[in-house]
């Protein structure tokens, strides 16, 4: 398989280290990333991942990683990144795999992303990322009925550079705090790096306005707690799952970084599970 990766963050580095970790490796790899961290981004390449594929390219713009022809196109690098280089990876008729899914609480970009996908013949692909069940959600969502209640809480240091500073002493915080009640729409917007869950939640069932959302700070959460409730005429269910952050991003959960593993794993090997 040929692989292409926007960005080369924690993220980025995070899943080559597990694809260099569980022995699975590509035929060819391509990076793109900023100009001004190119080289960087090069050195770092053949020192640390050069046995993750055969041959390893790094390029600063979309048309360098269309030239390449990936199979599969990973975004890991923001919401920037899912504007920038998404819609015309997707038009060449690349499928793309969105880890900033938040991004897609702009309205306008989700059309766009939806119209490129359909003019490519391509598929946008949203993993589940830090959360369960989304599976179940999903055919859930297509009944209708839907209501859905998220909740993610985290310790005040992943809220740190985020609206929460402005309602919260952060880092004098003495007990679980509520900061942010509202709709996904809302919560993916103001909190772009710590919300990506609600908007997976949202775009698999009852939408960004339908979904209710609460965010946490929480003192003495050891991790990034993420539970919902989902009340459907056919079926109702809760999940909790408690996520070690990433040792890079307390924003972000580790199994993020194995979910995204398992799109690549599914790609390539006979099982798809």
């Known amino acids: 398989m040929r692989l292409g990766l926007i960005g080369f963050g924690n993220i980025a580095t995070t899943l080559l280290g597990l694809m260099r970790q569980t022995g699975l490796s590509v035929e060819d790899l391509t990076v793109l990333t900023l100009p001004e961290f190119a080289d960087e981004t090069r050195t770092r ?36 990144a899912v504007t920038a280089h998404v819609p015309p990876v997707l038009r060449a008729g690349m499928d793309v795999v969105i880890v900033s899914i938040g991004a897609l609480a702009d309205a306008a970009l989700e059309s766009s992303v939806r119209n490129a996908a359909a003019e490519g013949g391509a598929r946008l692909i949203l993993p589940a990322g830090a959360v369960g069940g989304i599976d179940l959600l999903s055919a859930l969502g297509v009944a209708g009925g839907l209501i859905v209640r ?86 109702r ?37």
């Open 45 to 80: 390449l053949g020192a640390d991942f050069a046995d993750v594929a055969k041959d390893c390219g790094v390029v600063t713009g979309a048309e360098g990683l269309l030239s390449a022809q990936p199979d599969l196109v990973i975004e890991c690098a923001g919401h920037a």
């Open 237 to 273: 269910y809760s999940i909790r799952i408690e996520n070690q952050a990433s040792a890079g991003n307390a924003k972000t959960s580790v199994t993020t970084v194995w979910s995204v593993l398992r799109e690549i794993r599914n790609r390539i090997g006979p099982v798809a599970v």
């Open 150 to 235: 998220y909740r993610g809480t985290k310790p005040p240091k992943a809220w740190t550079g985020t609206p929460a500073e402005g309602l919260l002493d952060l880092p004098g915080l003495g007990e679980r705090t509520v900061f942010f009640t509202g709709n996904a729409r809302q919560a993916a917007t103001d909190y772009p790096k710590n919300a990506n869950v609600a908007a997976t939640l949202a775009l698999a069932g009852a939408g960004f306005e339908e979904t209710q959302v609460e965010l946490v700070a929480d003192p003495e959460a050891t991790g990034n707690s993420h539970e919902y409730s989902v009340e459907s005429p056919l079926a």
